[in-house]
């Protein structure tokens, strides 16, 4: 638990704002739940960020698994900070191409060619998705490196990328797979990111 104390010190101080919320207890969240209906464990299995809030499920909070949240809660801090840095910037990328769908409803007044944007809803792969959450999935891999000494199977982190999850946000799983590995070898000789340092850093109480 002193970990966590440590882990929560450090958000508060950077993150103005910053509160972990039960998931269940938001309305934001079940209207989240229901548009996102393809990731059916949304509310369960997911901690989502909405900046400077993150949206704990309480299965997990609960958890006596102090490791996996964590994990988790490092996770959600590297979007955290992304989106400190970028501002809007951040949502846009993050959300893109899907979020352009509704420009759709310009054809109402201007030409029919509007409509194309409805071609956004589709499981277009997205690169800006796909580069925030392998920024946050290697925070992962750390912490669970940190803490149990050995790299997780990173056939779990790639399914993240190519699956209904972030609505197949990036299909090519060798890529993303090969990605992580060279990543893991990286973390096997200490060759850590700024980024990851920081949070080793905290988590050894430097």
Known sequence: MKKWDLLLAHIYKNISGFEIVEKENSRLMRLLSFLLFFNKKF????????????????????SGDP?????????????LNDRKRLGILFN?????PQIFAPLALL??????LWLLFLLCLLPIPSIGRAYFEYKA????????????????????YTNQFVSSNYYWMMPFRKLIYDNFNEFAIKLKKKEYDDYILEIKNVLDGK
């Not at 989502?48 to 909070?61: A, C, G, N, W």
């Open 92 to 96: 846009i990328l993050y959300l893109a």
């Open 43 to 62: 509310m369960t299995d997911f901690t989502t960020t909405i900046y400077p809030k993150v949206y704990f499920p309480k299965s997990i909070l609960s």
């Open 107 to 112: 054809a109402i007044w201007f030409s029919n």
């Open 137 to 156: 999935y290697k925070m992962s891999i750390f912490i669970f490196h940190y803490f149990i000494g050995k790299i997780p199977d990173l056939n779990y």
């Open 67 to 79: 490791i996996r949240r964590i994990i988790i809660l490092a996770h959600e801090y590297v979007h």
